[in-house]
Every structure is written in C-alpha cells, then in structure tokens.
C-alpha cells in the first residue's frame, strides 16, 4: 500500500487501522562510540520514521533508535524524549536530512509543509478525496515568528480551512510551524526552524 494511502485511510479511519500509529519514542539512551559516529557519518546518516537514525544501504544499512547524539564534521542529530534537534551547515541541509518515510512536515498524508528562509509554503490540496475533505478542512497549520524562544507576533495562518496562504517572514527570521489535526496524530506537531544557524527542532508525538 503507498505511503499516501496508508495516510490517508488512517485520517479516515481515525488511527484505528493497523501501522497508523507513530512509532514510539524510546527513551533508552544509546551511547555511540567515537568509531561508531565516524562510521555513521560515513555513510550518510538521515532521520527516519519516529525519529530513527538511519544510515548505509544494502547489507551496510543499520538503525539507531531514540535516544542518541551523533556528531559529523557537517552535521548534528540529537533525539532526546520526544525532542529531535538536527544542526547543519543551512536550513536546507538541515531538512535535507529527514528522509521521506519520516512523514516530516507532512500535514496531509503526502502533502508537505515546505518551509525556507523568509518565506513558509505548503503543497496545494487538490487531490484530496470529496470523502475526506470535511476532516481535511480540520486541519490547521500555523506560522508563529520568533525572537529568541518566544514568540515575536501572533501565529500566521498557513493552512486553514482547507485553503493554503503562504507566509512570508523577515530573511533570517525564526519560527515555530504548529500542525493541528482533526481526527488522527501528526507524527511531528511542533518544528521550530532556525534558518541563520540551519537548526531544526522538532517534537515527536508519541
């Protein structure tokens, strides 16, 4: 079954169908030698689906779950309960590291937030199913400005209603994207983006 179908019959059947749920943060700690780091950052490490580190491919693939720190010379990843913060050179190397089956800052099943300095967008929802559009006009994602950690204004609507309004900030300008659903989790609710330090916040929903 494709991701974007899956998604879609778990928003229509509120959760209730088996592999709906979001993978569960685990809060073991796992503790990466300096040759295990090396050879992670090696193989090109991405954040998976519930916040897993994924790296290699073929027989030289492995997973690490949350919780973990991996250190690259370009690159951060931290889990941490249900914090994971990625650091990178920019914002898109950043988000670059999130691999498609992660679900990240998908606020419809395949639909995405698409988020960049000074300026958040959303893909358009023009195939949603008639039988899903009433649950999808719940959904709300919102664009919160920041100064520091506090909010700098009021959240900004960039989806509401069923409609998208692209938001347009100051260049280097912080922010907090917020995805409010109606009857089914969203697998990241809260991403703060920090396009001057290419810092990626996001929380997980357990």
Same mark, same amino acid.
């Given at each position: 079954?494709? &991701?974007?179908? %899956?998604?879609?019959?778990?928003?229509? %059947?509120?959760?209730?169908?088996?592999?709906?749920? $979001?993978?569960?943060?685990?809060?073991?700690?796992?503790?990466?030698?300096?040759? !295990?780091? *090396?050879?992670?950052?090696?193989?090109?490490?991405?954040?998976?689906?519930?916040?897993?580190?994924?790296?290699?491919?073929?027989?030289?693939?492995?997973?690490? $779950?949350? !919780?973990?720190?991996?250190?690259?010379?370009?690159?951060?990843?931290?889990?941490?309960?249900?914090?994971?913060?990625?650091?990178?050179?920019?914002?898109? *190397?950043?988000?670059?590291?999130?691999?498609?089956?992660?679900?990240?800052?998908?606020?419809?099943?395949?639909?995405?937030?698409?988020?960049?300095?000074?300026?958040?967008?959303?893909?358009?929802?023009? !195939?949603?199913?008639?039988? %899903?559009?009433?649950?999808?006009?719940?959904?709300?994602?919102? &664009?919160?400005? %920041?100064?520091?950690?506090?909010? *700098?204004?009021?959240?900004?609507?960039?989806?509401?209603?069923?409609?998208?309004?692209?938001?347009?900030?100051?260049?280097?300008?912080?922010?907090?994207?917020?995805?409010?659903?109606?009857?089914?989790?969203?697998?990241?609710?809260?991403?703060?983006?920090?396009?001057?330090?290419?810092?990626?916040?996001?929380?997980?929903?357990?």
């Amino acid at each position: 079954m494709g &991701v974007g179908l %899956l998604a879609a019959l778990c928003s229509l %059947l509120g959760g209730s169908l088996g592999g709906c749920a $979001p993978v569960a943060v685990q809060n073991t700690f796992t503790d990466l030698s300096t040759e !295990d780091q *090396a050879r992670i950052c090696a193989a090109g490490p991405r954040v998976g689906e519930g916040g897993a580190l994924e790296y290699g491919v073929g027989a030289g693939a492995g997973s690490v $779950p949350p !919780d973990y720190t991996l250190n690259c010379p370009d690159l951060r990843v931290q889990a941490e309960g249900r914090t994971l913060t990625v650091w990178a050179p920019t914002l898109a *190397a950043a988000l670059a590291v999130f691999r498609n089956d992660a679900y990240f800052l998908s606020y419809y099943a395949e639909l995405r937030v698409r988020p960049s300095d000074g300026r958040v967008d959303a893909d358009p929802p023009t !195939d949603v199913p008639e039988a %899903l559009q009433a649950e999808f006009a719940q959904i709300s994602v919102t &664009v919160t400005p %920041l100064a520091g950690s506090a909010p *700098a204004g009021p959240p900004l609507a960039l989806v509401s209603r069923g409609q998208v309004t692209p938001v347009t900030l100051e260049p280097g300008t912080a922010y907090r994207i917020e995805t409010r659903t109606g009857g089914s989790a969203n697998p990241w609710p809260s991403v703060t983006v920090d396009p001057a330090s290419g810092t990626v916040q996001a929380t997980l929903q357990r």
